[in-house]
């Protein structure tokens, strides 16, 4: 299944591979070919990235998911005020080889929603975090407990898509958003929040658990 987000690129680069063929094949020219071939693998390589596989999640109820794919980068100790104090961040990096689609963590409701302009470093330095183009997501789940969800665009990502809005009621799996190419999720949790996953680790959106609260 293709993401709808990659409509806006796939769609023109099929038109110009189209154009580009009907042109060649009326005027032959070897520079062309290579420009039509170098379009298709551009093309292969956009219909990969923009893959939208299917997730399904048989855990239990209080399993907090992983909302993408990636690579578990940092845990780390943050101060929070908005979480109490103390919180926990846990990061993870998405390179262009990952699904781009992220997924809602838990049961619950969308508290608040804020992005915030900013530079694009790549979205493996952990300063990726604070200093990025962003959008944070602030969750209520059922139990009362909060937490954030972090999209972070990285140096080749500069296109954040989040469907979040204050209000929302949503459910484990929904889709969240989407990030064009290398790019960077992170989860903001109270500092009591019993991770199960570790640095290194590969996870996948809408899969793996990351954890619970307690």
Known sequence: MIAPEGKIILIPLLAIIIVGFVINYLHP????????????????????????????????????????DGKIVNIEKIADPELGGEALQISIFLSVFNVHCQRVPLDGIVQGYTYTKGKFFGAYRHKASLENEQTQIIFQTE?????????????????????????????RGDRLGFIRFGSRVDIIVPSSFQVEVSIGEHVRGGETVIGKFL
Do not use: H, W
């Not at 080749?156 to 209000?167: D, E, L, Q, T, V």
């Open 143 to 171: 139990g009362k407990q909060l937490y954030k969800v972090k999209q972070i665009a990285g140096f080749i990502a500069r296109r954040i898509i989040c469907y979040m809005r204050p209000g929302m009621e949503v459910r």
């Open 29 to 68: 020219s070897g520079g062309l070919r290579y420009v039509n071939g170098a379009a298709v693998i551009l093309f292969l390589f956009s219909l990969y990235f923009f893959r939208d596989p299917q997730r399904t999640f048989g855990g239990k109820p209080e399993d907090f998911i992983s909302p993408g």
